[in-house]
């Protein structure tokens, strides 16, 4: 059974540019969640999908946006990017989001120069 | 916004020897999960406890969703060098809140062969 997918593993940008991150899900999962993890915040939860409605969102910047397709797929946007969206960006699915712990994919790791 | 306070940060032990992490909070929490994160990874689901009360084992892994329902504990007998890692507890506050986990701060855990 095939894991959370997160392409690409590593990134490196200019600041001012945008990066568009993708994530596939385990099969048959339907909710995915986006996450930032840095040093200094440590995980921070960004956005969750559901059938492709966003269903949550975190406390980040209107930079940061995100979509699901209808197989589930799912890929997150920033614009205009800042030194400081330097970070791994974590994926996680879940069936339905309610009684089942999420599993995570293994990142991609986004360098802002 | 809310937040999970885990502890301790750090621990250094000998193999062998049995560890002890927890985490609080202010706020009522639905569910409660503890993740293993290694360098370069994503975080991989160890325990997913649903109840208040609930003692839930996997292993070596003991965890515990306490009866305030505002924290939870984790347990590890007789470490082994490949338990080096980074422990995280995540909560979520309510079935309307889905993917969205509210991470502690990890509890970097070292093991002395």
């Known amino acids: 059974k095939a894991g959370v997918t997160q392409t690409p593993r590593y990134l490196i940008k200019t600041r001012g540019q945008q990066v568009t991150l993708s994530c596939s899900p385990i099969s048959g999962h339907r909710s995915v969640s986006w996450y930032q993890q840095t040093p200094g915040q440590g995980l921070q939860f960004l956005f969750e999908y559901f059938s492709e409605t966003q269903r949550n969102k975190g406390n980040f910047p209107g930079r940061f946006s995100g979509r699901q397709f209808s197989n589930s797929r799912s890929e997150m946007n920033v614009s205009t990017l800042e030194l400081g969206d330097s970070a791994l960006y974590l994926c996680?699915?879940?069936?339905?989001?309610?009684?089942?712990?999420?599993?995570f994919g293994s990142g991609t790791r986004l360098t802002v120069v | 916004g809310q937040q999970l306070n885990q502890s301790p940060q750090s621990m250094f032990i000998q193999e062998g020897e049995d560890v002890s992490m927890n985490c609080t909070s202010s706020?009522?929490?639905?569910?409660w999960l503890w993740y293993k994160q290694d360098p370069g990874e994503g975080p991989v689901l160890l325990i997913a406890l649903y109840k208040a009360g609930e003692l839930t084992s996997n292993g070596r892994l003991t965890a515990q969703f306490g009866i305030t329902r505002k924290d939870s504990f984790l347990n590890i007998s007789a470490s082994i060098p490949s338990d080096v890692g980074i422990y995280f507890c995540a909560g979520q506050l309510g079935y309307n809140q889905g993917g969205k986990l509210i991470f502690g701060q990890g509890t970097e855990l070292s093991v002395k062969p």
């Open positions: 706020s009522i929490f639905n569910t």
């Open positions: 996680a699915s879940s069936f339905n989001s309610v009684d089942y712990g999420y599993t």
